[in-house]
């Protein structure tokens, strides 16, 4: 049998993927035991007998994740077992899930949606997913397939990740260019790159950087160029530079905290409601953390007037400018 270490590398959206079609595929929910131990992606590296505390990480990290992508994630107690975190249950609620009721297609939208699902069913539910499935069932967890409407949205990875995940493996140094907001110029990096991590739903670098003698957080998406690996070689860190990663960004992500008021039972209530950390305002707002300025200006702004941005300044005028911006767009 194959060790947790020897099994193959199931990519972070194959995982992402995985959990939500196991949990749109029972309305009572599963337990994280259940869910470390079936899903793919989690179970391959899932000790029966053993330390699972690395993987629960991993999972509390994928629930923000797909939170942030605006999928209903819910955490129910078990029957009668009210205030034991150890049995907390999650699931996808369908309701929540579902295109509103007046979205309606033409026949032949409908025509093409229908091919298009016969196409997904194959793929959604095929190979690991069905056996997920077939092993829940085996434990006593009633189950159904997942209707095909309920893709979550992935992001997609960089064109920057795989050649930076291989230099990683490596050790060798790198050169890209990188774009930082309000530059207009990208600068050209040479770094030594330590851990890729996904943080907030986004692919990041944390790397070393000689010339400032200092480590660095890169977004990937702001990488303009090719990375480019050099002959250089770097020794192996002797930390975890991914637990290190994770806790700057982490703690970045609290540092900053903006006041947001939404328009009551809109999409951006929905989802900026089911954010990690998440608080209300006495006056109704919410609290909401952020690690990049224009990245959530981005993400505000595309919610038009559903939201409006009480605080801080800075914030509210990178949105305002976006809207405006939008509008000298279109006339």
Known sequence: MPTASSSPRVPVEERLFSLVLALLATD????????????????????????????????ERDKDDIRDLGVP????????????????????????YELPADVRFSPDETTLLNLAAMVWREGSLSGESRRAILKLRSLGVSTTE???????????RESAFDP??????????????????????????????????????RWHLYADDPEAGVTKTFLLRRIVSQVTTTNQTFPAPSAD???????????????????????????????LGKRRGTGVAASGALELHY????????EL????????????GDLRDAVHQRLQRTAADHG
């Not at 131990?37 to 590296?45: I, P």
């Not at 129910?76 to 609620?93: F, K, M």
């Not at 690690?291 to 981005?298: K, R, V």
């Not at 702004?301 to 801080?312: K, M, T, W």
Request: glycine share 8%; aromatic share 8%; charged share 25%.
């Open 28 to 59: 009572s929910g599963l337990t994280k035991n259940e869910i470390l131990s079936t899903v793919q992606g989690y179970r391959q590296k899932y000790a029966h007998s053993g330390d699972n505390s690395n993987l629960e990480r991993q999972f």
């Open 73 to 96: 994630l819910e955490t129910i107690e078990s029957p009668g077992q009210a205030g034991n975190n150890q049995n907390l249950r999650y699931r996808i609620p369908r309701g929540e």
């Open 146 to 156: 997942p209707v095909l409407g309920y893709a979550p949205r992935v992001r997609v």
């Open 164 to 201: 930076l995940s291989s230099a990683l493996e490596k050790r060798q140094y790198v050169r890209f260019s990188y774009l930082k907001p309000g530059d207009r110029e990208a600068t050209v990096r040479r770094v030594a790159p330590l851990a890729l991590v996904q943080h907030q739903g």
């Open 241 to 271: 530079q991914t637990e290190r990663a994770l806790a700057e960004l982490d703690e970045v992500w609290n540092a900053h905290t903006a006041i947001v008021q939404v328009e009551p039972g809109s999409d951006a209530a929905t989802r």
């Open 291 to 298: 690690s990049d300025i224009n990245i959530f200006a981005d």
């Open 301 to 312: 702004a595309g919610f038009g007037p559903e939201v409006l941005v009480l605080a801080p």
